[in-house]
């Protein structure tokens, strides 16, 4: 099957899992793993701009993560600092812009300086926007909007009768990206980590079990494909689809 050009999601998300096992399936170390991962990333990003995908979101560092041992953290966040480097052409070339999402203030300076730089350098870029999740917990993203919301109506700038779907959207990281069309997560595993939980109300999840580092512009692929043969019917019968 060839993939529907007329019916690209226009907000595709990933959560990029297996990057352990795949390198311990080799014999190799966890870090291995990640730094593979980084290969897949780029053709991920490449294809997606190539297929006219709008909205590309990637899960790169749950709230959850700091749990893991300090040297696999320092490694992820060494690799996050290297990929915005080398990919900045990348970015700039496909018209790429990048923004983030979770809370930016825990992570180490370099991180963040890095981060912002990109943000800055691709802001005016407008094919495809390019989100990354960094520190970034589903719970958190509402907890935080929480009390954004309440810190306004203690200071009479909203009142509660007024709050709706709208303005809570408003105030989450995720405020300017559409909701999720279609959630990729790899590795076999078949649950959402405590990634954006709202955006995700109605995204039709796809689960591989191709291991991150191996997930090539094929396996996108046969994702969208998947998702262009479900009928998303978002509360209306089949019949009113038609
Ligand atoms: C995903 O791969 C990458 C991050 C969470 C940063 P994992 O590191 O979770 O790999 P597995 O799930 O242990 O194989
Ligand atoms: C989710 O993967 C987080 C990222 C891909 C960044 P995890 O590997 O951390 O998720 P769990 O712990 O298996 O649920
Ligand atoms: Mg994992």
Same mark, same amino acid.
């Given at each position: 099957?060839?993939?529907?050009?007329?019916?690209? $999601?226009?907000?595709?998300?990933?959560?990029?899992?297996?990057?352990?096992?795949? #390198?311990?399936?080799? /014999?190799?170390?966890?870090?291995?793993?990640? *730094?593979?991962?980084?290969?897949?990333?780029?053709? @991920?990003?490449?294809?997606? #701009?190539?297929?006219?995908?709008?909205?590309?979101?990637?899960?790169?560092?749950?709230?959850?993560?700091?749990?893991?041992?300090?040297? !696999?953290?320092?490694?992820?966040?060494? @690799?996050?600092?290297?990929? =915005?480097?080398?990919?900045?052409?990348?970015?700039?070339?496909?018209?790429?812009?990048? !923004?983030?999402?979770?809370?930016?203030?825990?992570? $180490?300076?370099?991180?963040?300086?890095?981060?912002?730089?990109?943000?800055?350098?691709?802001?005016?870029?407008?094919?495809?926007?390019?989100?990354?999740?960094?520190?970034?917990?589903?719970? +958190?993203?509402?907890?935080?909007?929480?009390?954004?919301?309440? %810190?306004?109506?203690?200071?009479?700038?909203?009142?509660?009768?007024?709050?709706?779907?709208?303005?809570?959207?408003?105030?989450?990281?995720?405020?300017?990206? $559409?909701?999720?069309?279609?959630?990729?997560?790899?590795? /076999? %595993? *078949?649950?959402?980590?405590?990634?954006?939980?709202?955006?995700?109300?109605? #995204? +039709? =999840?796809?689960?591989?079990?191709?291991?991150? $580092?191996?997930?090539?512009?094929?396996?996108?692929?046969? #994702?969208?494909?998947?998702? *262009?043969?479900? +009928?998303?019917?978002?509360?209306?019968?089949?019949? *009113?689809?038609?």
């Amino acid at each position: 099957m060839e993939i529907d050009h007329k019916n690209i $999601p226009k907000h595709i998300a990933v959560i990029m899992d297996g990057n352990g096992r795949w #390198a311990k399936k080799i /014999g190799k170390n966890r870090l291995f793993g990640h *730094q593979n991962g980084v290969k897949a990333v780029r053709k @991920l990003i490449e294809e997606s #701009a190539r297929l006219n995908i709008s909205y590309l979101t990637l899960f790169a560092f749950s709230t959850e993560n700091w749990d893991r041992p300090k040297k !696999e953290i320092s490694t992820i966040m060494k @690799l996050i600092v290297l990929v =915005l480097k080398k990919e900045l052409s990348t970015m700039m070339e496909n018209n790429i812009k990048l !923004e983030t999402i979770g809370d930016l203030k825990k992570l $180490p300076e370099n991180v963040k300086s890095s981060l912002k730089e990109t943000v800055n350098k691709t802001k005016k870029n407008n094919r495809l926007t390019l989100t990354i999740a960094i520190n970034y917990g589903g719970k +958190e993203d509402i907890s935080n909007a929480f009390k954004l919301l309440l %810190e306004k109506v203690k200071n009479n700038i909203i009142s509660p009768k007024k709050i709706d779907e709208l303005i809570i959207n408003n105030h989450l990281y995720t405020r300017n990206l $559409p909701d999720v069309d279609l959630l990729i997560r790899t590795s /076999g %595993e *078949q649950r959402i980590s405590n990634f954006l939980l709202w955006k995700i109300a109605y #995204a +039709e =999840l796809y689960f591989s079990n191709v291991l991150w $580092p191996d997930f090539n512009e094929k396996c996108l692929h046969d #994702a969208i494909i998947s998702y *262009q043969n479900r +009928e998303r019917r978002f509360g209306k019968t089949s019949e *009113q689809i038609k």
